[in-house]
């Protein structure tokens, strides 16, 4: 059963666009949300987090909508630039199981020039 | 160091052989993570160590899998009887102690371990 449902699986944008990634889960105890983003041939790097307390979080040119209700989530890149191609997965975690994040499927963003 | 070292960066091994691979955290780092993540997918959680003892292991798929810490810095996650479907690169992540009341957990990885079982 796959917790962490992400779409799309790609996604080609011209530079300057604003792609979006979204996220469904079903557990209800998720209460930590964050998105990494991965290069090829390294490891995942954290780009940003939300809790579900709040509905948007912004850090530079990436946004988190969070719709609690709807169980939903997504990563807005606003701008886009050809350096942010990579592949981007957002995960969840619950209480308790801090260290045991589940990932969805990734995301593989081409921002052509 | 600057960031979590993994080695080897590649290891190629014949099915039914026994693996090592080594992780040097962040240093100052207190939880340790192993992580595994096949062709087109995300990361799938094995094992999460606090100090020396793992906090969790309920990722490790079977018996054959196993990782130590033993003095709460580097780790090795050991794998025998190594099958074709083990094949994967093998992520190592550490943090500092996540945050009781918000839960934050911000892993920083290293860049893997590629495993190929022939």
């Known amino acids: 059963q796959q917790q962490v449902k992400q779409s799309p699986q790609s996604l080609i944008v011209q530079k300057g666009g604003i792609p979006i990634i979204n996220c469904a889960y079903e557990?209800?105890?998720?209460?930590?949300f964050p998105w990494y983003q991965q290069f090829p041939g390294k490891g995942p790097a954290l780009l940003i987090a939300?809790?579900?307390?709040?509905s948007e979080k912004k850090e530079g040119r990436f946004t988190i909508s969070f719709n609690k209700s709807a169980k939903q989530f997504s990563l807005h890149i606003m701008d886009s630039q050809p350096g942010d191609s990579a592949t981007y997965f957002c995960?969840?975690?619950?209480?308790?199981?801090?260290?045991?994040?589940?990932f969805g499927k990734g995301t593989k963003l081409s921002v052509k020039p | 160091g600057a960031g979590v070292s993994q080695t080897p960066s590649n290891k190629v091994t014949e099915k039914g052989k026994y693996v090592e691979l080594r992780c040097d955290p962040i240093?100052?780092?207190?939880?340790l993570y192993w992580y595994r993540q096949s062709l087109g997918q995300g990361p799938e959680f094995l094992i999460y160590?606090?100090?020396?003892?793992?906090?969790?292991d309920s990722g490790l798929p079977n018996d054959r899998f196993f990782a130590v810490r033993p003095e709460g810095s580097v780790s090795t996650l050991k794998i025998q009887r190594t099958e074709r479907g083990d094949s994967a690169v093998y992520l190592c992540?550490?943090?500092?102690?996540?945050?009781?009341?918000?839960?934050?957990?911000?892993?920083?990885f290293g860049a893997g371990s590629r495993l190929t079982v022939l």
């Open positions: 240093s100052g780092h207190t939880a």
């Open positions: 995960a969840a975690s619950s209480p308790g199981s801090q260290g045991n994040l589940i």
């Open positions: 557990n209800t105890a998720f209460d930590y």
């Open positions: 939300i809790r579900p307390d709040v």
């Open positions: 992540a550490s943090s500092l102690l996540p945050d009781i009341n918000s839960g934050a957990n911000v892993l920083t």
């Open positions: 160590f606090q100090g020396t003892g793992a906090a969790d």
